[in-house]
């Protein structure tokens, strides 16, 4: 019985290496698991936390590795996701070391690049956060230019401006657009936000136009649909209800399908494209269909389509 008590006090006061993402190898062990973190206590550093998204690179006795995330703990052992594989329970003395992964290091659902740009499509926003202190600049075409910063975990904000109409002469084409977001479960998010801004380039006379809107994802950040329902208001011959359905689906590591889809008063657009991911860029290119309502002068109206290409880059911080 002495023996058995003795066994059992070892296996919860094991300790094993634990490498940190900025390569400090320490002794230590996991004590704490919450919603929002994983908390550690180590060899000199004491006690430290890590965002419950990071993953490990597990290595047990005998050279065994395998890469997950951590689900559960309990006194002698961690219950472990290999990646959407399987769930596995690992006891602490078996574990020889953990090395700790970002989230954007190994991805989600099995992918070992993460979907850097998951709070917009190619340019309408989805619910997702964009989260505190994190941010992105964004080029289209190579003169629409737009940065986008998280101030807080669930409020983000992002400037914007045309660098051809700043050149010109009158009021230039820039917007503002703040943003909230929050989640609702674990496949639903929700948001809203305005777009507050000018179109002088196109309208010099009556350029200030405001969007709002509310917004809902439902899926993973690999593969989600988004509903927006808005109104625009200012530019008389913008001032339309507004409704936008989006939608992302990973084909591979490094690309995903995008698709863009807004329906106004006069006009629709319907855009399809391919994102190319690399460790911090990612690449947007496709077509965009342009269907615009016109009248001639017998005052008959009729739809004219149009194509036109797509290309943009985001690179994120």
């Known amino acids: ?19 940190l993402d900025d390569n400090t190898l320490l002794k230590g062990e996991i004590n704490k698991l919450t919603t929002d973190s994983i908390y550690l ?11 419950r998204k990071s993953n490990f690179i597990v290595e ?4 065994s590795t395998f890469r997950g995330e951590l689900l559960e703990i309990s006194n002698d052992s961690l219950l472990f996701d290999m990646t959407e594989l399987t769930v596995v329970w690992v006891k602490n003395i078996d574990i020889v070391k953990l090395t700790v992964l970002k989230w954007q290091d190994i991805g989600t659902e099995g992918y070992s690049i993460a979907n850097q740009h998951k709070t917009r499509y190619l340019f309408s926003p989805s619910s997702y956060s964009l989260g505190e202190g994190n941010g992105y600049y964004q080029n289209i075409y190579g003169v629409i230019n737009a940065v986008n910063y998280g101030v807080s975990e669930n409020i983000s ?9 700043l050149l010109n002469e009158g009021t230039p084409s820039a917007f503002i657009t703040p943003k909230i977001s929050k989640k609702y479960n674990d496949n639903t998010y929700l948001g809203g936000g305005l ?3 000018s179109l002088g380039i196109f309208d010099p006379t009556n350029p200030f136009i405001v969007l709002g809107y509310g917004v809902v994802t439902r899926g993973t950040e690999n593969r989600n649909l988004t509903l927006a329902i808005g109104h625009s208001y200012g530019n ?11 939608a992302y689906s990973r084909i591979s590591n490094r690309y995903g399908f995008v698709s863009e889809n807004w329906l106004m008063k006069e006009t629709a657009i319907l855009a399809y494209g391919l994102r ?5 860029i990612s690449t947007d290119f496709g077509i965009a269909f342009i269907s615009v309502n016109m009248s001639d002068t017998s005052y008959d109206s009729y739809r004219v389509a ?5 290309l943009g880059w985001t690179i994120n911080w």
């Open 1 to 19: 019985m002495a023996q058995s008590s003795n066994e059992k006090k070892f296996q919860k006061e094991v300790n094993y290496l634990i490498q």
């Open 41 to 51: 206590k180590l060899e000199f550093l004491g006690d430290i936390s890590l965002s």
């Open 60 to 63: 047990i006795e005998g050279g």
């Open 157 to 165: 904000i992002g400037f914007g401006a045309d660098f051809l109409s």
């Open 195 to 197: 777009l507050i801004g």
């Open 236 to 246: 008389k011959s913008l001032t339309s209800h507004v409704i936008t359905l989006n």
């Open 276 to 280: 190319k991911f690399d460790k911090r």
């Open 306 to 310: 149009f194509p036109l290409p797509y």
